[in-house]
Nanobody, 115 residues
Framework: QVQLVESGGGLVQAGGSLRLSCAAS????????EGWYRQAPGKQRELVAI???????NYADSVKGRFTISRDNAKNTVYLQMNSLKPEDTAVYYC?????????WGQGTQVTVSS
């Protein structure tokens, strides 16, 4: 069974940093962890950061220069380093993966940024 488990969320003051982790239950070579999304209360889920191709990434305009997505293949884990956090970054953050034509989502991790 494929599982993606996010961790690393929490409460942080504006200007602070958090690092989110997304761990896959299977080899990272058997699932393509595409990237990170987030959903704020009352809003639609939106893309935050994705891997486009090997070594190439793309970010939402609102997080460019502040967030960095990376992966550690040996640990089957993808990370999202979030710096200079703003109150508008408050949301539940999800990682998304795809394996054998099926999309998988983690359970989400809450990030709350206080002003």
């Amino acid at each position: 069974q494929v599982q993606l488990v996010e961790s690393g969320g929490g409460l942080v003051q504006a200007g602070g940093s958090l690092r989110l982790s997304c761990a896959a239950s299977i080899s990272i070579f058997s699932i393509n962890i595409e990237g990170w999304y987030r959903q704020a209360p009352g809003k639609q889920r939106e893309l935050v950061a994705i891997f486009i191709t090997s070594g190439t990434t793309n970010y939402a305009d609102s997080v460019k220069g502040r967030f960095t997505i990376s992966r550690d293949n040996a640990k089957n884990t993808v990370y999202l380093q979030m710096n200079s956090l703003k109150p508008e970054d408050t949301a539940v953050y999800y990682c998304k993966g795809r394996s054998l034509r099926t999309d998988y989502w983690g359970q989400g991790t809450q990030v709350t940024v206080s002003s």
